[in-house]
């Protein structure tokens, strides 16, 4: 069964702190591992796709690596306003491709102290 | 491109009643999907259309559930005779292929 597995739950950083969000997934062929952010009481916004074990994407403070078993978004000298929910999700590359939904896991609830 | 929309944003019904969503998809996107949030949870996919066919349903999604998408364009997601346990928030999003894959707003349904 595919899954998708996040840690730690929670995490409290220190402005300034950095520190790396791990996502790890089981899934019989992986077209691509989606990371969103989610503040509260509002749907995912769109952070990275990666697509390869060995790939890396940067944003801002941000940057997510994939490799077989697991990705990583690492935050460097993290900001209070980077305090949100982050979302991994894995898209399954299915037999004849037609599905496309994603498999998320629960997330990893950020908070930046000041 | 203003992006996915979805409405109401907010939705107080009665226990018993039934209730309709509306998404609106990203123009240029010939695929749409409903997801399920409920608190401290990631989305968990319900249903999924390409152009104006319904391709896949979610086990989560019972017979008090339906979703359209009629000419391929905007979405319907209808609950019918709502449970307490139908609170959640509702999320559309929309891709091209596999590509974009954009989330609206959401839709937080409350049943009482």
């Known amino acids: 069964e595919d899954q998708v597995t996040q840690s730690p739950e929670a995490l409290r950083l220190q402005e300034g702190e950095s520190s790396s969000l791990n996502c790890s997934y089981t899934v019989s062929g992986l077209r691509g591992l989606f990371w969103y952010r989610q503040d509260p009481g509002k749907g995912p916004e769109f952070l990275f796709t990666?697509?390869?074990a060995g790939e890396e994407k940067e944003k801002e403070r941000l940057k997510a690596t994939l490799t077989k078993k697991e990705s990583f978004l690492h935050i460097t000298a993290p900001k209070p306003e980077d305090s949100a929910t982050y979302l991994c999700?894995?898209?399954?590359?299915?037999?004849?491709?037609?599905?496309?939904?994603?498999?998320f896991g629960k997330g990893t609830k950020l908070s930046v102290k000041p | 491109d203003t992006g996915v929309s979805q409405d109401p944003r907010h939705k107080i019904t009665k226990r018993g009643q039934n209730v309709t969503f509306r998404c609106d998809p990203i123009?240029?996107?010939?695929?749409l999907y409903w997801y399920r949030q409920t608190l401290g949870q990631g989305p968990e996919f319900l249903t999924y259309f390409q152009n104006e066919a319904q391709l896949e349903k979610s086990r989560l999604l019972s017979d008090r559930f339906s979703a359209e998408r009629p000419k391929g364009s905007f979405s319907t997601l209808e609950i019918q005779r709502t449970e307490q346990g139908d609170s959640a928030m509702y999320l559309c999003?929309?891709?091209?292929?596999?590509?974009?894959?954009?989330f609206g707003s959401g839709t937080r349904l409350t049943v009482v």
């Open positions: 990666l697509y390869s």
């Open positions: 999003a929309s891709s091209f292929n596999f590509r974009g894959y954009t």
């Open positions: 123009s240029e996107h010939n695929r």
């Open positions: 999700a894995v898209q399954a590359a299915t037999e004849g491709g037609s599905q496309g939904n994603l498999i």
